[in-house]
């Protein structure tokens, strides 16, 4: 790739401001209230500060001549101003404690940033120098002052002398040089923006007349796909220019001529323009050329050589002169590909003698060559696309082979697909097939079609003739060809529509040969989505299936690992985790919390008189007790067996006895049927708090247990805390 091509690619990041800002600041504060520079202070206090900020500065210029390709955002460029103003007047008053006299250099250095910056940022730089001038004048602490004060001291009276001097040279050095010197220098960088913007619109324009692109698509794009697609065509333009320029040269030299000219159709096809040209002349034309006019009228209708012999002086059918040359003889060569005229090359001569047969051949072996350069450059470009789109492909693959929740599973497909192909609106539905719902779970758009589609997330709905619920029907992705052929077309329901649309698919998403759902990609303009982008599409969408499959597999393996499959309750070893991670964070807080372990009273006879069904369903019954009794931020646990345990964020013994006896008394209401009647149960609990029972883990656990015991044994159906063993 050339320096030339690189320049117009490259996509320069922009600096913004960072933490230096929050220094800057910092600094012109102490420098107004005199800690930092003052020669009142501590030599090792001045210089350490002086260090800090000559340091920062440095880094700062650092970093912007590393990326001196990229924009400054006007933010980065203010906090440097004020970082660069606020360490010349640190300098300034230090130096002034050794009777060195520095300040004209607070000017010059207003003038530099005033001349080279933005302009907010040049008055921020101004405003800055101001504000500490007046600042240090005011509390007493400028530099220069007779004796510098080193805190809140608002001066009685003020050097006005001093004062309305330096704020007058402020003024001139900040805003004359704006003036001066600062408004040609913007002017200059504005003008090689546009320059480059120009340079960049016209290599895609003469990229899209040799079909090194579709017409229109570029524009289109967005991001690193733009910049993948824009390298390759920069490169294959300055290929076909190379080619053209060498081959007229040749040309010209080879037949003796005064011209030789390349014209080509713009991308409508309706007006000519000179291509490449290699002439003695100094008369050629700048702009369009009608197809019609002159001699080239012939050769666009009978797309046939011409070669015109003799022509009178003053001749003024060749279009591709502003006024009448002395041309003799004219060979004119329709350059045609696939039946399609793409342009006319050109020869003339002043004198000697008319092209001959021979001559013809040479030219439409030039004009061929041409053509055979823009064809294999236009390959080279669609194989750099291609191999583009693949790595995105198996980028997209990696990536969903390592996602674990359907969450993830949306946001990586959304992502991926949008690196494959460019969509101004992309959605990913799930079916239910036990509910025969649909549900649209995961949106992306660019607000091309106008619409708040941010809603539609989330929404269910049933069998209908929409393109999403016929997709999963039968299993086949629509419309057909990616191409829409009705003016609105329903693609969820009636209420969900995006008008204008061309292009669209609705993919099946099929895990085991069942389909779980659709992926939906539409576009504003037409043929965004031919075969081998849908081929491709398919494939992801079929990883994108098998991922959400393993992603809800994950969840059910996660859920039976850490809940009770009986109550539904966190099982025993979710206990231990989550107890870990509450006391780790209450240790930070000292805020207390609460334990529980409780225990159904006489289980092993429930089972033995009713049976085990009935017992499991005493199980669940006290569980949902719990579930509905408890806070969300309480954790109710199947402790093992017909034992639970309950954590109670933070709450103290009075409010813990109260919860446990509420529990107590819920359970104990509980009524369960049997063969043999209805009956009772009761729980027994025990009540700790942390840290004031016991602050490790095991010997809290092992004192709540002490406690429920000691309920067991004396009677039952009674909550008992640590305090009263």
């Known amino acids: 790739m050339s320096a030339t091509t690189r320049s117009l690619t490259r996509r320069p990041q922009t600096i913004e401001a960072s933490w230096p800002t929050g220094l800057a600041m910092l600094g012109a504060l102490l420098y107004v209230v005199g800690y930092v520079g003052n020669p009142s202070l501590p030599l090792p206090i001045n210089i350490a500060a002086a260090v800090v900020l000559l340091g920062v500065c440095v880094w700062s210029g650092w970093r912007a001549w590393s990326l001196r390709g990229a924009d400054k955002s006007v933010a980065f460029q203010l906090e440097r101003s004020v970082l660069y103003v606020t360490t010349a007047f640190v300098l300034v008053r230090s130096l ?103 340079e960049r619109e016209k290599m895609l324009r003469q990229a899209r007349e040799y079909r090194l692109l579709n017409s229109g698509r570029v524009d289109a794009a967005a991001g690193d796909r733009t910049q993948a697609e824009e390298m390759a065509v920069y490169d294959a333009v300055e290929a076909v220019q190379h080619t053209t320029y060498v081959s007229l040269s040749l040309l010209k030299t080879a037949l003796q001529c005064h011209t030789c000219v390349l014209l080509w159709f713009d991308v409508r096809g309706e007006n000519l323009h000179i291509k490449e040209l290699v002439s003695d002349s100094d008369g050629i034309v700048e702009g369009d050329i009608k197809p019609a006019k002159g001699v080239i009228g012939g050769i666009s209708r009978r797309r046939e050589p011409v070669n015109l012999e003799n ?40 004198g000697g003698m008319p092209f001959s047969s021979t001559d013809v051949n040479v030219a439409e072996e030039a004009a061929a060559y041409i053509l055979r350069a823009v064809e294999n450059e236009r390959m080279f470009t669609s194989i750099e696309r ?78 209908n003739s929409g393109l999403v619920a016929m997709v999963v029907k039968n299993c086949h992705y629509l419309p057909y060809g990616g191409q829409v052929r009705e003016s609105d077309p329903v693609i969820f329901t009636r209420d969900e529509r995006l008008d204008a649309v061309r292009s669209m698919l609705v993919l099946p998403l099929i895990a085991h040969d069942e389909p779980i759902g659709t992926l939906v990609i539409c576009h504003k303009e037409a043929g965004q989505f031919g075969s081998e982008r849908r081929e491709m599409l398919e494939v992801v969408g079929n990883q994108v299936a098998i991922s959400l499959q393993n992603a809800r597999l994950y969840a059910q393996m996660e859920e039976m690992a850490t809940t009770d499959g009986l109550t539904g309750l966190a099982n025993h070893r979710s206990f231990q985790s989550k107890l870990d991670e509450v006391i780790a964070r209450h240790r930070r807080t000292e805020e207390p919390f609460g334990l529980i372990l409780t225990d159904i009273d006489h289980f092993k006879s429930v089972n033995d008189t009713y049976g085990h069904p009935v017992g499991d369903e005493v199980l669940r019954q006290v569980s949902r007790v ?12 199947r402790y093992g067996g017909e034992e639970f345990a309950i954590i109670l964020e933070d709450t103290d013994r009075k409010g813990a006895m109260t919860i446990a006896n509420r529990l107590r008394e819920s359970v104990a209401a509980l009524e369960f049927q049997s063969d043999q009647g209805p009956f009772q149960c009761t729980i027994s609990m025990g009540v700790t708090i942390w840290p004031t029972d016991e602050r490790d883990k095991q010997p809290l656990i092992d004192l709540t247990d002490q406690a429920l015991y000691y309920s067991k044994e004396h009677g039952r159906n009674r909550v008992t805390s640590a305090e009263e063993l």
Do not use: M
């Open 311 to 350: 022509l009178r002086n003053g001749f003024r059918g060749i279009p591709y002169y502003r006024d009448p040359q002395a041309i003799k003889h004219f060979l004119g060569v329709p350059v045609i590909e696939n039946g399609h005229l793409r342009g006319v090359l050109c020869a003339d001569r002043k």
């Open 96 to 198: 002034y404690g050794f009777g060195v006299d520095t300040y004209p250099l607070v000017y010059l250095l207003l003038a530099f940033l005033v001349t080279f910056q933005e302009r907010q940022a040049a008055i921020g730089a101004v405003v800055a120098a101001l504000v500490l001038e007046w600042g240090s004048q005011l509390l007493g602490t400028s530099a220069g002052a007779a004796e510098l004060s080193a805190g809140f001291e608002l001066q009685q009276q003020l050097d006005w002398a001093s004062l309305t001097t330096r704020t007058a040279f402020i003024g001139l050095f900040g805003f004359l040089s704006y003036g001066v010197h600062g408004t040609e220098v913007l002017e200059r960088r504005r003008r090689h923006r546009r320059e480059v913007e120009e």
């Open 626 to 637: 719990f579930k509905e009794s408890l806070r969300e931020v309480d954790v109710p646990c």
């Open 386 to 463: 291609t191999k583009f789109e693949l790595g995105r492909f198996f980028e997209a693959s990696r990536r969903l082979n390592g996602v674990l929740t359907p969450q993830d599973v949306y946001e990586v497909a959304l992502e991926s697909i949008a690196g494959i192909v460019e969509y101004d609106f992309a959605a990913i539905t799930v079916f239910d097939e036990a509910d025969n719902l649909h549900r649209i779970e995961a949106l992306d758009h660019t607000g091309a079609f106008g619409v708040d589609v941010e809603d539609w997330q989330g929404k269910t709905f049933g069998e």
